[in-house]
DNA sequence: CCAAATGGCGCC
DNA sequence: AAAGGGCGCCATTTGG
């Protein structure tokens, strides 16, 4: 069934890629962490023959000879989470593979909306080639226990994990041309090895400035908290046991972790009934109110004279200047995230090998097209310049941020040829300054930054198709008052608003948006049991959202593709994030004037192939860290 | 007891 | 009653 690839069979295995337009691969390893694992196998499938290639027991050397020869032979290479192969191979072969097939992601593009998750390589075995894969088998690797002996039993199976694979692209292909999604594919099997290489970069950051960061949060964290404690209890009337009883009974608070008696836990009234003392009392609940819980927030904040149903920012907004608890509170939880997410815990994803950060970025990890980016989330750090300088290059490099200019604006002017955005665009002038024109009946010079910040607002909220009942709530007027802007602006930007509504119509009729590239979500119609018309208008949202931030999508990583594919200085240049419309990279210092404009050239450049009426701009910096 | 759901909030 | 698109992570709560 298999024959292991040594150096009797190489040239076996050379003639049998030869005449095979195909490569199929996988790696199994020790664990997920590419950069610390040990690498047990390689299987590859050619010519319908499966080749298994034993890592600890044939050596680096023949292994980088067939990865050379696989690189040089040009052909195909289909891999299911190529990344992670990639990665693999790259370590121990120090050679990163090209021209690759995924399988996993392209399921992800062809299946856009109907998916409910990742498909795994047994549920598309099982979908196209109507195999089943036994699971357990492969799970030995990563076994405690797992001595290093592979059993033939393991061996077989991992013929497995590449057989199929190349029925499985067969499929997809022909699935993706039926729905002309082959434009779409190319730039995603292209922008593979790129994901991959900019994930083994990883980014560097300044742990002990991070530090400084946690500890100051800490320290307000603490204060808030504090006061806010102090002011529930004063304003509950805590101090009498009565009360106190009754505050109890309300909050639900949680019981306290008893030391091993009996049930293991106190009743938290129980506690309480044994104190009589009124300080007793409450240091009971100093330290027994739990702020961070949204059900006794509500109860506390609701007995303080503060009526509302749920504590999230928005609602606690219009209480800010009234109730200094709820000021306290929205500045005790933007503290709390500081610790929480950007804390200690931050910095457990720097890589005890490297000292960088290797962040997941998943090219499909959106409906829209956008990347995600995980362990940890590069995508979502604070935007305040204390996190951000937080992000420095390598020595002797320095790091380029770039970003598109109101990517997504220029895209809905440009797609729906609206000329009034046109020709503010044209002048100079953005859509949010334009937008206020047309609100304030003003000249562009005349717009202040209030009004600028008003209709940056309403843009924003027109645009996904706030109703305006929410565009009346983030902007505290009345809902007619709300819909009389709104209405103003549609008839400012009548071409912008007709195709908006066009697109919408078109995706409610198709169950399906496609971005300029072609990238299709779908959407499903006919599990919509209840709420018909609700459903529909998020339909008609998540739709024209699709066409406007896929676009956008589709644009940034062309422009990734570019840098990376006509990159004129090597190792001087590396990309490290993708942040939506921006680039981050790390580049030389020797050549940092011209590394930046390259990468502003090629993001132009993206950009000019999908905008033919309006100018792609782009603006960043250059420096010792990551800014604004 | 742990896994999934929920509420909340960081970013573009 | 809810009422803007796209995410991931945290602490708490809920449910099996």
């Known amino acids: 069934m298999y024959k292991f690839l040594n150096r009797d069979t190489f040239t076996e295995f050379i003639d049998d890629t030869m005449a095979t337009e195909f490569i199929s691969l996988d790696a199994e390893t020790s664990s997920l962490d590419t950069l610390s694992c040990k690498f047990y196998l390689f299987q590859v499938m050619v010519n319908k023959q499966v080749y298994i290639f034993n890592a600890e027991e044939e050596g680096q050397e023949l292994f980088t000879k067939i990865i050379d020869f696989i690189q040089s032979s040009g052909k195909t290479i289909i891999a299911h989470n190529a990344k992670f192969d990639l990665k693999v191979i790259y370590r ?95 730039l995603e099997m292209k922008l593979v090895p ?83 003392d009124k300080d007793a009392i409450i240091d009971f609940f100093r330290t027994n109110l739990n702020v961070n819980s949204g059900s006794q927030l509500l109860v506390l904040l609701n007995r303080s004279g503060i009526p509302v149903k749920a504590t999230n920012e928005k609602v ?66 604070p935007a305040e310049k204390a996190y951000r300088e937080c992000f420095i290059a390598r020595k002797g490099y320095k790091i380029v941020a770039i970003d598109y200019s109101q990517q997504e604006y220029r895209l809905a002017g440009d797609i729906s040829k609206d000329a009034v955005i046109i020709e503010s665009y044209k002048n100079k002038v953005d859509m949010h300054t334009s937008t206020a024109c047309i609100l304030y009946n003003l000249k562009p010079e005349e717009v202040v930054k209030e009004q600028r910040n008003h209709a940056k607002t309403m843009n924003f909220a027109i645009l996904y198709g706030t109703s305006d009942y929410g565009l009346a709530k983030t902007l505290g007027v009345t809902e007619n008052e709300a819909n009389a802007m709104k209405m103003k602006i549609i008839n400012g930007y009548p071409r912008l608003f007709k195709h908006k509504e066009m697109m919408e119509e078109f995706v409610v009729n198709a169950k399906k948006s496609r971005t300029l590239l072609g990238r299709i979500r779908f959407f499903k119609t006919e599990d919509v049991y209840f709420d018909y018309e609700k459903a529909m208008a998020q339909i008609r949202r998540e739709g024209y959202n699709h066409l406007i931030q ?20 090597g190792d001087k240049l590396r990309m490290l994030m993708p942040e939506h419309d921006e680039i981050v990279a790390e580049v030389k210092e020797d050549i940092l004037d011209e590394g930046y404009g390259f990468i502003c050239d090629m993001m132009i450049k993206a950009g000019d192939f999908f905008m033919k009426n309006i100018e792609t701009v782009v603006e960043g910096t250059k420096g010792d860290c990551w800014t604004k």
Not at 339 to 361: A, C, M, N, Q, W
Request: proline share 1%; net charge negative; with cysteine.
């Open 194 to 276: 790129v994901i991959t290489s900019m994930e083994i970069t990883g980014v560097l950051i300044d742990e002990k400035k991070w530090r400084q960061l946690e500890i100051i949060a800490r320290e307000e964290s603490e204060k808030c908290k504090n006061t806010l404690i102090d002011f529930f209890i004063e304003k509950v009337r805590i101090g009498d046991a009565d009360s106190a009883l009754e505050v109890v009974d309300t909050v639900k608070i949680k019981d306290i972790n008893g030391k091993k008696n009996a049930t293991g836990r106190v009743s938290v009234r129980k506690a309480l009934e044994l104190i009589t």
């Open 550 to 569: 896929g676009t956008a999508a589709d644009m940034t990583k062309l422009a990734m593709l570019y840098v990376y594919n006509e990159n004129p200085y």
């Open 316 to 381: 606690l907004k219009k209480y800010r200047s009234k109730h200094v608890a709820v000021d306290m509170l929205l500045t005790y939880r933007e503290w709390g995230k500081k610790i929480s997410t950007y804390g200690l815990t931050f910095l457990e994803s720097v890589h005890p090998k490297t000292g960088r950060i290797h962040s997941d970025f998943n090219q499909m990890g959106t409906q829209s097209g956008r990347f995600s980016s995980s362990k940890p989330n590069l995508q979502n750090i």
């Open 92 to 186: 121990f072969s120090n050679i990163l593979l090209t021209n690759v097939f995924d399988t996993m992601i392209v399921e992800a593009v062809v299946n856009n909306g109907n998916r409910v998750k990742w498909a795994s390589l047994a549920e598309l075995a099982e979908a196209y080639a109507l195999v089943l894969l036994s699971k357990e088998e492969r799970q030995e690797f990563y076994a405690e226990d797992f001595d290093g002996v592979i059993t033939n039993e393991m061996y077989t199976y991992a013929c497995q994990d590449v057989m199929y694979l190349e029925t499985i692209r067969n499929c997809q292909m022909e699935r993706a041309e039926e729905l002309k999604l082959t434009r779409v594919i190319d």
